[in-house]
């Protein structure tokens, strides 16, 4: 059983569809980040797998169940939207205590500490929560998110409004909590480079149709597969490099540039396998190097393609 399932999930408003057959999983322990630009309906995917909102068609389930139903399954849940909530005039432990009460979380003191320590504000537990700063804030608000220890955090757009180093420390946190805290994170994001660096899985939206869902490895490559560039220290080796490649069970695919060979890998870890056969064959290498697009690059293709479309 996956953590979230979306299934052919569509959802029109006043007569417009912003949703339409939209399927994704997210696994248990994944950071997944879910794109788009904005209006793309990402806050009401979120919504709609939250109970808030009705699918018009489709199914959504997170731990398996329906949370517009199951009291039970929300109790096992935590969400950040934009507002923090958060009251400016109690103090972050006050705040923190507030929720704990309503979650019915056991040792409250002890877990209130714990969350401070984690999100770095401590030595501010006593102060009013409006003289934070934004990014002090918001990580106010990502405790407030996990106090009863959720299976599933959704976090929309947690880095919105943040300076460069606050975007770090949200970053940071995030990678923390699905380490230390063993949790699903579903992640709302336009910072691409931010979902890169954390996110193992992600989906694009657009028109209202997910255009790409993969691991980040695998979209980010040249071909849609784990690809490398081996640099050969003598081109002449060219011919001997290519059949040498070409006999390897795990290679899908080899084109030769030069003093150079473009290879697209059908496993992932590979890589090793290949230089020791080069290597094997006598044949000199100069460099490898991973062979990829950044995230940003793939994200506009997508996005370019469904507004052309449009």
Do not use: W
């Not at 052919?8 to 997944?32: A, K, M, N, Y």
């Not at 979120?46 to 389930?61: H, M, T, Y």
């Not at 039970?72 to 849940?77: E, G, I, N, Q, T």
């Not at 006999?247 to 059908?266: E, M, Q, S, Y």
Request: aromatic share 4%; hydrophobic share 40%.
């Amino acid at each position: 059983m996956s953590a979230v399932e979306v299934r052919g999930l569509s959802r029109s408003f006043d007569g417009r569809e912003i949703l339409r057959d939209v399927s994704f999983t997210v696994g248990h322990g994944e950071v997944f980040g879910y794109l788009g630009p904005n209006g793309a309906g990402k806050t009401t995917t979120i919504r709609i797998l939250l109970g808030l909102l009705a699918p018009g068609a489709g199914e959504v389930r997170v731990l398996g169940r329906d949370l517009a139903s199951d009291d039970d399954a929300r109790a096992r849940v935590g969400v950040l939207f934009d507002n923090n909530g958060l009251a400016d005039r109690m103090s972050a432990a006050d705040n923190l205590a507030y929720y704990a009460g309503l979650y019915g979380v056991e040792d409250p003191a002890e877990r209130i500490d714990e969350l401070l320590a984690l999100v770095d504000l401590a030595d501010r537990r006593d102060d009013p929560v409006g003289t934070f700063s934004t990014g002090m804030k918001r990580k106010l608000g990502i405790a407030r998110a996990i106090l009863h220890r959720p299976e599933v955090v959704f976090l929309d757009e947690p880095s919105s409004g943040l300076d460069p180093g606050a975007q770090r420390m949200v970053r940071d946190l995030i990678l923390e909590l699905s380490r230390r805290e063993e949790m699903t994170v579903f992640l709302n994001s336009h910072h691409l480079d931010e979902v890169q660096r954390i996110c193992s899985t992600v989906a694009i939206l657009a028109g209202g149709r997910i255009r790409a869902f993969d691991t980040v490895a695998n979209l980010t490559s040249a071909s849609g597969r784990p690809a490398v560039t081996v640099s050969l220290a003598d081109p002449g080796d060219r011919a001997r490099a290519c059949e040498t490649v070409g006999r390897l069970p795990f290679v899908a695919g080899c084109d030769a540039d030069g003093g150079a060979l473009h290879c697209t890998l059908a496993d992932p870890g590979a890589t090793p396998d290949l230089v020791a056969a080069l290597v094997g064959a006598n044949i000199r290498i100069e460099e490898v190097r991973r062979s990829s697009r950044s995230l940003e690059e793939i994200y506009l293709e997508h996005v370019g393609r469904a507004e052309g479309g449009a």
